[in-house]
């Protein structure tokens, strides 16, 4: 229920039957929907908390003279009982900005800012920085820091110390006094992305109105652990870096209990740069594993994988297509349902790379720049067919990883980082400019 209506805040407060009130403030980029929504009001009825939620209709960072009228108004309401302030990012500025003046027992703030001032972030943002903190509070240039005089006590932020820009903001206001800090590695600026959830909520909201510092610490990096979008953010940061432990991340038992764990399998493109780890470093019962994992998440039966038929995966992650109406290869990102025609090798064919057309095998040869289709192999080898090169690496236990690529008639044909697209024409073709060989679904 709206209590307050202004020009730029608005206040909605829903009763429940908790002991203490909390107040959130609304992060940003949600300015058109400050009548509608505010933050935690879409689990307020389940955890049945008396909550009071403060939206702003522009992207001011609360900085608004209607604030006086709303701190009373908030505060008489919450006269004499127990008082949560949290908020994040925009909304963490708010709470911090406001947590003495509403009488704050504790306060949470996920990702907030420490000033909005441009001439007190010359050190971390330059005219290069997409960063901006919106038209509506760059002429307001003064009490735009959060000080001292506006905490109240019981402080904790949130924030992921990998975060540039969020650890800058962080590292200022903890030099503001006795503020206690809790980190959310991989979160990025989304800090509630990685720890939502209503029972996390409730468990938060526990610890804070018991000032339990080390309990709340535990809840949260519980939370982010075993939340899909953290998991998610730690493989992709990760994969290159640590591409085993990566792998063995999402083919553990333990993941198959994380929530939404599906989640994961739909980015087709961070699945292809597992499957090339895995392949690249001879983890083939990881590779497989993966793989049924991923066919189940889209409902496939394990059983569709055709273990003598190939497709190509590229070190980027991508499945290797042909393009019939141009003529060329290309790379895709959807391994498992890509636009154009997959490109098989199997034994039986001498690994000459071929697609399949109306359920017939087309083989594939070059000729004036285009990669063409020939029906019969045996007259394949009359043309410049896409001759297979194989390579490989041996490990320290002796086992060897076999990588296949391709030689046109101007040299091998490669992928190109970062985007990974098909190049033709090198003298040589690189372990990583070359292709795994993954069992095939189609």
């Known amino acids: 229920m709206i209590i307050y ?42 955890l ?25 108004l908030i505060n008489s309401i919450t006269r004499n009982k127990k008082v949560i302030v949290c908020g994040t990012s925009m909304g963490g500025y708010g709470s911090l900005k406001y947590s003495r003046r509403l009488n704050s027992y504790f306060t949470l703030a996920c990702a907030p800012q420490w ?28 009490n735009m820091k959060i000080k001292q005089e506006d905490l109240n006590e019981n402080v904790v932020i949130l924030y992921d110390p990998y975060d540039k820009y969020d650890s800058y903001h962080a590292q200022k206001i903890l030099s503001q006094g006795n ?22 909520m409730k468990n938060i909201l526990n610890c804070a109105s018991n000032n339990d510092y080390y309990g709340l610490r535990w ?24 591409p085993k432990l990566s792998l063995k991340m999402i083919t553990s038992r333990s993941f198959s209990s994380v929530r939404n764990n599906k989640k994961f399998f739909y980015n087709q493109s961070l699945v292809g ?13 990881d590779a497989e594993k993966l793989l049924i994992k991923s066919i189940n998440a889209y409902g496939v039966d394990k059983e569709k994988i055709k273990k003598k038929d190939f497709i190509l995966i590229s070190s980027c992650g991508k499945i290797i297509t042909y393009d019939i109406k141009n003529k060329s290869l290309t790379a895709e990102e959807d391994i498992f349902f890509p636009k154009n025609y997959p490109v098989f090798c199997s034994h ?28 019969n192999i045996d007259g394949i080898y009359n043309k410049d067919y896409l001759k297979s090169f194989f390579s490989n690496q041996i490990d320290s236990c002796g086992s060897s990883t076999f990588f296949l690529n391709f030689k046109v008639k101007s040299g091998f044909m490669t992928v190109n980082r970062p985007y990974g697209e098909i190049l033709y024409g090198a003298q040589n073709a690189q372990l990583w400019e070359s292709f795994v060989l993954v069992p095939s679904l189609f």
């Open 5 to 46: 209506n202004g020009k730029e805040i608005v206040v909605n407060f829903l009763r429940g039957e908790s002991k203490y009130f909390v107040v959130t403030f609304m992060c940003g980029g949600r300015t058109e929907f400050a009548e509608n929504e505010f933050f935690m009001c879409q689990i307020q009825e389940k």
């Open 48 to 72: 049945k908390i008396n909550l009071i939620g403060v939206s702003t209709k522009i992207g001011g960072w609360y900085l608004s003279n209607e604030m006086d009228v709303v701190i009373d």
């Open 115 to 142: 000033s909005l001032n441009p001439n007190d972030l010359k050190d971390i943002y330059n005219d290069k920085d997409k960063y901006k903190f919106g038209e509506n509070i760059l002429f307001k240039n003064e």
């Open 179 to 200: 503020i206690r800090e809790i980190y959310t590695y991989y979160s990025g600026h989304g800090v509630m992305d990685s720890i939502s959830g209503s029972e996390t």
């Open 219 to 242: 809840i949260i990096s519980n939370a982010r652990r075993h939340h899909i979008n953290n998991i998610f953010e730690r493989v992709s940061n990760n994969i290159e870096k640590k």
């Open 273 to 285: 740069r597992l499957l090339y780890k895995a392949y690249f470093y001879n983890l083939k019962q």
């Open 348 to 375: 039986q064919y001498n690994f000459v790379p071929y697609i399949r057309l109306f359920r017939r095998k087309m083989f594939l040869f070059e000729s004036d720049g285009y990669i063409h289709m020939e029906r």
